[in-house]
């Protein structure tokens, strides 16, 4: 504990407007896409029983094993801060037993014990979407398309994505037999934190980053080779319908993703315009057992989850138009009144009421002051009151964006202005 100023913990952010002005946008998006996809907003507890996430992810996962938020109440039970949404969310479905498909989306922050850095964080946001209830391979489809659809919408354009199949659980045993009989004969070849770990869960070594795991993997056996006839069709499905949809993919036979849970389809959306440790801005799969390792009775299940922190740094190091477009967009227009307070105060609520967003100053200040506000808002046109207004019954408009160019203002009588300022406003929104 400090005894100086307080701040937020490492590898946590606050954000602020007109930074936050970027997350409004992104969350908003995705419920518009997730709606017209026909998903519903799920909203679950930030902590459950640790047993959801050890059961869930996988007790052998780096998450659980390395990074998890875990906590003992004053009733004495262990919680765990969610470190990623689909586990709760299955432990939802397991719970409450909707009527299948059950396709739910949600917005949440995540909570993962990082070493930080940029594009990773002790706490990040996701959006996501889960579908319980099919094993049908247009669902994966669905999900993905979501996903593609979504970074389409948001402006994102430099975006790679990569699928993979894990199979099920059978095609999986014999693939992790496989790759364990090769890892025991070239134990030495491993990473060293590979070297102690990965008898464990071999798979995570296809996860590792280091070279030494990395060749030794390339030369191994492939999840491809170990698939059974019945998880080819699903994968060949999955991608036939991606090229149906006109969707660019590519085959990455070692994308296990770092859960437990993931049967057949795995998939990864990366940035290309983002350094490679931390390119992920989006990822899913299909989780056929996750529900009956919950507790509840055999469910098949695909989601996918995408980092809000990562969204907006891939944005950025696109140069996408869209980050100063949406960061720049504040109000439309701000009541400039140097008599007092209440022909503001009567005006902003006539012109919220008409569905102009608008902001006014507060505390009685000076004419300039009161600019500075206007402009510093962010909007568009400032609505301009003074004694000469007050008694001539007008406002006068001003054009806060013709910038050094001269000024461009004129008057409107009071009667008419707020229907002005309304059709100002619609026509602003068409360009
Ligand atoms: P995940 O790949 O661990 O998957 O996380 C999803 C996304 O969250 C990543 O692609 C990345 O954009 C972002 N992310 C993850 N960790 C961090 C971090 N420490 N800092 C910043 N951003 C991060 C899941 O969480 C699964 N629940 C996805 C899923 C849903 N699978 C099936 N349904």
């Keep these: 504990m400090s005894d100086g100023q307080l701040t937020s913990p490492p590898g946590t952010h606050d954000v602020l407007s007109p930074a936050s002005r970027l997350w409004e946008f992104l969350i908003g998006t995705f419920a518009n896409e997730a709606r017209r996809y026909g998903f519903g907003l799920i909203v679950s507890p930030m902590f459950e029983d640790v047993a959801v996430f050890h059961r869930g992810i996988g007790e052998q996962s780096d998450v659980a094993r390395k990074e998890m938020y875990t906590f003992t109440d004053r009733g004495e039970r262990t919680y765990a801060l969610r470190p990623e949404g689909t586990a709760s969310v299955v ?46 391979p247009y669902i994966d489809l669905e999900v993905i398309s979501l996903a593609w659809r979504f970074y389409e919408a948001i ?90 949809l006109e969707i660019p993919w590519t085959a990455n036979p070692n994308l296990v993703r770092g859960f437990d849970y993931y049967t057949r389809t795995t998939f990864e959306f990366a940035s290309d315009a983002l350094a490679n440790a931390q390119n992920a801005i989006g990822g899913g799969g299909r989780y056929d057992r996750l529900a009956e390792d919950l507790g509840g009775s055999p469910t098949p299940g695909v989601g996918f989850g995408s980092g809000i922190e ?84 007008y406002v006068t408009l001003r054009d806060l964006r013709v910038g050094d160019e001269g000024e461009r203002q004129y008057q409107v009588p009071r009667a008419d202005v707020v229907a002005h300022v309304a059709e100002l406003q ?5 360009i």
């Design 91 to 136: 432990r939802a479905f397991v719970q409450h037993n909707p009527t299948p498909p059950w396709k739910a989306w949600y917005a949440t922050p995540a909570f993962r014990y990082e070493r930080p850095q940029a594009g990773r964080y002790r706490q990040h946001h996701q959006v996501g979407v889960e579908a319980l209830g099919s094993d049908d």
């Design 155 to 244: 402006g994102l354009r430099r975006i790679t994505l990569m699928v993979n199949s894990m199979g099920h659980a059978e095609c999986r045993a014999e693939f992790v037999e496989l790759l364990t009989a090769y890892f025991e004969e070239n134990e030495t070849r491993l990473c060293d934190e590979h070297t102690k770990v990965w008898s464990t869960n071999p798979l995570r070594v296809l996860d590792c980053k280091k070279d030494s795991c990395v060749s030794l993997v390339q030369e191994g056996p492939t999840l491809p080779a170990s698939l059974c006839a019945e998880c080819r069709d699903h994968f060949a499905v999955v991608t036939a319908g991606l090229d149906a």
């Design 310 to 393: 990562r969204l907006i740094l891939a944005l950025e190091a696109e140069e996408s138009p869209v980050v100063s477009a949406v960061r720049e967009a504040g109000v439309f227009a701000y009541v400039v009144d140097t008599t007092g307070g209440l022909a503001a105060l009567t005006l902003t609520s006539s012109l919220r009421a008409a569905g102009v967003s608008v902001d006014r100053a507060f505390d009685r200040r000076s004419m300039k002051s009161q600019l500075k506000a206007a402009d510093r808002s962010g909007a568009r046109w400032a609505l301009l009151i003074g004694d000469q207004e007050t008694h001539g019954g």
């Design 426 to 430: 619609r026509k602003n929104s068409e």
